[in-house]
Each structure stands twice: as structure tokens, then as C-alpha cells.
């Protein structure tokens, strides 16, 4: 494995009164896609909020290439980009006004934005709706516009939470040709998701959270062991406890 | 800076392409001249509607002239105090001796009428009074023993007109300054939590601060033209429309003055509009919040209404939106600025936009903003 791109090392974070995440270690590498598995309320979103630095550790750390989330957030900010499942665009910006909004907020120079954003039209095949006001998109057209804010600064990692769980099965599969191919570009792309069917084709290596702890992990194939899919294989790690 | 141009310009370009914001604009601009037009129509109707007198009795000889030429119309009647209770403004009974009068006081129409009546009667009694003296050899002016010859400062006229600009334009630059920028305070807010593009926003390196002073600006704007917009609207109509039978404008000085004061409240307003919209979970809940807001901007504007010659001491002027009230008053009605009391309003307002600035952004700043969203 190449060295850590994202290092999370023994979190801890309490929300109200729920004790969210307890203690949880991992680490993603670039060039690969790392899966965040779990049920709902495992702490995956927690995890991935904590690493792209919205919210802060109660405990433990978390470095993003070398820089610390608490040290230097905007460091790491500039640096990751986020895909969520709640797909928001502002309706009355089109879809490259939206992308050029983001990527001058996330400091793309004025002589290389206009490059920058055509670069990603093209990449996701956005040109046909790149003028339209994004109230009039489909949802998978916004899916589109939402990874291509994340993208347009170029960062090396990209996380993904729960990308799919809104869209139909040709806008799904889009999502995850994206992610295969941001690996091939040697990104770092972490992929949380509680459907373990996707995580299983997709990811070189898993860390499978429950009630906000890390209940396995390692790659793929070795978390699975001898059962016949990821999901028997973690019941039986949650029947154990 | 640059960071801050971005979030303005792109705010701006949204409010801009928000239908309501722009139909609120559109009826900032009409409603003041409309309601002008109203109010003159109105006035010049009241100057010269006839109103009518249902009566008994012999009418004293020449008073019936003097009425009719104040616009009072006499109808005979068989019960006047009857009649006055609907089919007429005003019944009396003309006796030898006195004059019955009966009116409702809860019809303005009757007030009007017996408001005339009586300046009528005044003089008919004066004139016959002299005229009695006059016949005994008396002079009349013994009825007047300190006759007041009046001097006023300035024309009565101008001094009317001021007074009405000193009523209208407080609650018209309270009333469109925070009603203006209302709506795009809450949707740069609480809209962004409600479509879910917060997150995303804050995942940017830019610092919060920025992107919420870049908001705060573009709402200020959007506040000042929707003011601009009514204040000028309703100047340019009081040029075509006369008012208390005159053309009431308004002078450099108050002009300056009010648009300082604009500058001032919209600065205040989108930091108080918009640390409520980011407490709030969608921009219903928002407006909800709000509610509150406009009692309690329009309330110092009411007491100019009310206590027409509230002159209070420097203090007063430490209270956010009355001191703005007192101060476009004084600048519309005497025509000058108290440096002093203007600069405690300008010290006080900024003050009040910077602490509702850190409010916004303590609020913009917490965790809980996205755990609740």
C-alpha cells in the first residue's frame, strides 16, 4: 500500500447526547477506492464530515497529505472534494455557473478557471446542459453538476457519501465509472455506502463501522474471507459483539 | 477581498433572478406614489365635498348663504336629530334664541360638517355682533381687545408639507430597508440549508467570515435600492401630485441625510435578517422569525406619529431606529442636522450592525448549523 493520503487515527466525536463515533482508525491510500461501509447511524458521515473538516474531533486526529484538520482546515479543504446524496445546486445559477462559483471560491486562478470548468463539462459529458438554470436539470444532471464543484479545484481526494442513494440505475452506474476512473488518475477516492453490494465490486479496501466503531477492516477480498458476499460477512461481525 | 467579490457577485446574480425579490422591488417603487395618489384624491375630495344640514325651524336671514357658499347644503327635514343619525351629516333646530345641533362624532363626515358649521356660525355672530355695536355707536373692536398679528418663520404651507414628509419617509426607509432585503437575507441563509447547498459552500477554503460578509453586503445593496427605489419613486410623484395644496419636496440636507440613514439601517437589517435565517431550518421557518422584526422597527416610527414634538435628550439617540426616525425628522421638519445627535445614531447603528454581524457569524460558525440541517 502507498503512503496514507488520509489518516484517521482513533477518533472520537459525541453529538447531543449520542456518543457518534468511538475511537475509529483507517487510513486511504491514493490510487485506490476505500470503502466506509455500515448500517445507517454507523458514523460514516460523521467520519467523512470530521476528514473534510466541517466538524471537529472530540478526540484523535485526522491528516489529510500531511496537513492536520485542525491545524490547517483550509489547507485540507482545498485539497478534497466532497459528493454528497443530498444533491444542492442553486437553482437560479446554471449548471456552469454554479461549477465556476465553486471553483473560484476554491481558489482556481482567474486565467484557469474558464479551462477548468470546460475541462470538467466535457469530462462528465455536461456540455449539452451547461447553460441551463440548474432548476431545470434532472436529478441526475444535478448529481453531475454536485461532482463537478467537487472536482473542479482538481483535488486528490475525493470522498463520496452514499453518492447513489437518490438516483436511477444509469446515473448510479455514471457515479461509479467516475470513481473507477478518478482511482485510474491516482486519486484517492473514499467511498462511503451502506449498500455493501457496490462497496464489494468497487473497493480495493474496506473499514466496516458499527455503532461508531471499526468492526473490520483491510482489503476487500480478506474482509470478506469465506463468505459468500460482504454483507454475510458483516452480520456475522455484528452478530459476534 | 477577491473572495469576497465572489460571494457578492454571485449573490447579487441570484437575488436578481429571484422573482420575488423584483416583484418586491417593482411594488416598493409603485405603492408609495399609489398611496400619494390615494391620499390627494382623497384630501382634495374632503376640501370640497358639500356636506348636508337636515333642519326645522326659520333660518336667520343671510346664514343661509354663508352656508351654502362653505359647502354645506341645507335640506329640510322634519326630525333633525333623526335625520343626523344616517340621512344627513347634521341636523339642527333653528330657534329664536339657539340652534339645536345633533351629529355622530364617529362619522367623519359629521366632524367635517360640524367643524364648518361652527367656524360658519363664529363669524355670522361676530358680524352681527359688530354690526349691533356699530348701530349703538360702540366700536366693534372692543369685541377684539388684543387683536394677534401672526409671523410665522417659515411658510405655513412649506411647514405642512415637511410635516407630512417628517410622518411618511421615516416609515417608508424603515419599512423598505428591511422589507427589501428581507427575502434575499433568508434565501442566502436559510435557503442554503433548505436546498442542501451549505455543506458544499463551507467544504470551500474560503474563510466564513468572507462568505458571510459577501452575503451581508449583497443584502445591504438589494435593501438600499429597494429604499432608493420607494423614496425616489415617492419624490418624483410628490412633484406631479400637489398635497395639502402644494407641491412638498424634500431638501438636499434631509435627502443626504436619509440616504446616510439608509446606508446605516441596511447594514444593520441583512446582519439582523440574516443571523436570524441562519437559526432558521428553511426560509418559512425564517420568515417566522422575522415576524417579530417589523413591530419592532416600525414602533419608533409610530411615535413620531403620535408625539409629533418628541424631543428627547442625547440619550435617545443611543436606541437603534428611533434615532434614525428623530434624526431624518429633524433634518426634514427644521431643515439641519445635529451633529451631535447624528453622529451617537451613526456610532450606535454601526455598532448594532457589527454586533449582529458577530452574532450572524458565531451562528454561521457552529457545528450545529449542519448537524440540524
Redesign the interface.
Same mark, same amino acid.
Not at chain 2, 436546498?195 to 474563510?207: A, D, H, N, V
Given at each position: 500500500m502507498s503512503p496514507a493520503a488520509v489518516k484517521v487515527d482513533r477518533l472520537e466525536k459525541t453529538l447531543g447526547k449520542n456518543k457518534v463515533l468511538r475511537g475509529i482508525s483507517m487510513e486511504a491510500a491514493s490510487g485506490e477506492i476505500f470503502g466506509l461501509l455500515g448500517p445507517n447511524g454507523a458514523g460514516k458521515t460523521t467520519t467523512l464530515r470530521i476528514v473534510c473538516t466541517l466538524l471537529a474531533p472530540d478526540a484523535g486526529s485526522v491528516q489529510v497529505l500531511g496537513f492536520d484538520t485542525m491545524s490547517a482546515p483550509e489547507e485540507v479543504r482545498r485539497r478534497v472534494g466532497v459528493v454528497t446524496a443530498d444533491i444542492g445546486v442553486y437553482p437560479r445559477l446554471s449548471a456552469r455557473e454554479n461549477i465556476s462559483y465553486f471553483a473560484e471560491l476554491s481558489g482556481v486562478a482567474d486565467g484557469e478557471l474558464e479551462g477548468r470548468v470546460d475541462a470538467v463539462l466535457n469530462r462528465l459529458d455536461m456540455t449539452s446542459f451547461a447553460n441551463q438554470r440548474a432548476e431545470s436539470l434532472s436529478s441526475g444532471q444535478k448529481q453531475k453538476v454536485a461532482i463537478a464543484r467537487a472536482i473542479v479545484h482538481d483535488p486528490a481526494v475525493l470522498m463520496f457519501d452514499e453518492p447513489t442513494s437518490n438516483l436511477d440505475v444509469l446515473a448510479s452506474r455514471e457515479i461509479r465509472n467516475f470513481m473507477v476512473e478518478s482511482r485510474g488518475r491516482g486519486k484517492c477516492v473514499i467511498f462511503s455506502t451502506h449498500v455493501l453490494h457496490d462497496a464489494e465490486r468497487l473497493c480495493d479496501r474496506v473499514t466496516i463501522l458499527h455503532e461508531g466503531s471499526v468492526v473490520a477492516t483491510g482489503p476487500t477480498a480478506e474482509v470478506r474471507g469465506a463468505h459468500r458476499d460482504l454483507e454475510d460477512a458483516f452480520l456475522e461481525l455484528v452478530e459476534k459483539r | 477581498m477577491k473572495?469576497l467579490a465572489?460571494?457578492f457577485r !454571485?449573490e447579487m &446574480?441570484?437575488i436578481f &433572478?429571484?422573482r420575488r425579490t423584483l416583484i418586491a422591488l417593482g411594488l416598493a417603487a409603485l405603492a408609495t406614489p399609489a398611496v400619494l395618489v390615494v391620499i390627494s384624491q382623497v384630501s382634495t375630495k374632503t376640501a370640497t365635498q358639500t356636506y348636508t344640514v337636515g333642519y326645522s325651524g326659520d333660518i336667520p336671514t343671510g346664514l343661509d348663504i354663508l352656508l351654502t357658499a362653505t359647502g354645506l347644503t341645507l335640506e329640510q327635514v322634519a326630525d333633525p336629530a333623526a335625520a343626523a343619525k344616517q340621512q344627513v351629516d347634521l341636523g339642527v333646530v333653528f330657534q329664536p334664541a339657539e340652534i339645536d345641533e345633533w351629529y355622530d362624532p364617529t362619522r367623519q363626515s359629521a366632524q367635517i360638517a360640524d367643524t364648518r358649521l361652527q367656524t360658519v356660525l363664529g363669524q355670522y355672530n361676530a358680524a352681527k355682533a359688530a354690526a349691533a355695536l356699530q348701530q349703538r355707536g360702540i366700536d366693534p373692536g372692543l369685541l377684539n381687545p388684543l387683536p394677534i398679528k401672526a409671523h410665522p418663520l417659515s411658510s405655513p404651507v412649506t411647514a405642512a408639507g415637511n410635516a407630512f414628509l417628517s410622518f411618511f419617509l421615516p416609515y417608508i426607509l424603515i419599512t423598505m430597508v428591511l422589507t427589501g432585503g428581507l427575502s434575499a437575507a433568508l434565501d442566502a441563509s436559510a435557503g442554503e440549508r433548505e436546498? !442542501?447547498? $451549505?455543506?458544499? $459552500?463551507? $467544504?470551500?477554503?474560503?474563510?466564513r467570515s468572507r462568505i458571510l460578509l459577501g452575503k451581508i453586503l449583497a443584502v445591504s445593496v438589494i435593501s438600499l435600492v429597494s429604499a432608493i427605489a420607494a423614496i425616489g419613486s415617492m419624490l418624483l410623484a410628490l412633484t406631479q401630485i400637489p398635497l395639502l395644496g402644494t407641491h412638498v419636496s424634500l431638501s438636499p440636507l434631509a435627502a443626504s441625510v436619509m440616504v446616510w440613514l439608509a446606508i446605516l439601517l441596511a447594514g444593520c437589517f441583512s446582519s439582523v435578517t440574516l443571523a436570524l435565517g441562519t437559526l432558521a431550518k428553511n426560509f418559512r421557518q425564517g420568515q417566522a422569525f422575522s415576524t417579530p422584526l417589523y413591530f419592532i422597527t416600525v414602533f419608533p416610527a409610530s411615535i413620531i406619529l403620535f408625539i409629533p414634538d418628541f424631543n428627547p435628550n442625547l440619550a435617545y439617540y443611543l436606541i437603534p431606529i428611533l434615532n434614525a426616525v428623530l434624526v431624518l425628522r429633524d433634518a426634514i421638519v427644521h431643515n439641519s442636522v445635529a451633529w451631535p445627535a447624528l453622529g451617537i445614531t451613526t456610532a450606535s447603528l454601526v455598532a448594532t450592525g457589527l454586533i449582529c454581524w458577530f452574532a450572524a457569524l458565531r451562528l454561521f460558525t457552529r457545528?450545529t448549523l $449542519?448537524?440540524r440541517s
Open positions: - | 473572495t465572489i460571494v !454571485k &446574480r441570484e &433572478r429571484d436546498r !442542501k447547498t $451549505l455543506e458544499s $459552500l463551507l $467544504l470551500t477554503p474560503t474563510p457545528e $449542519l448537524i
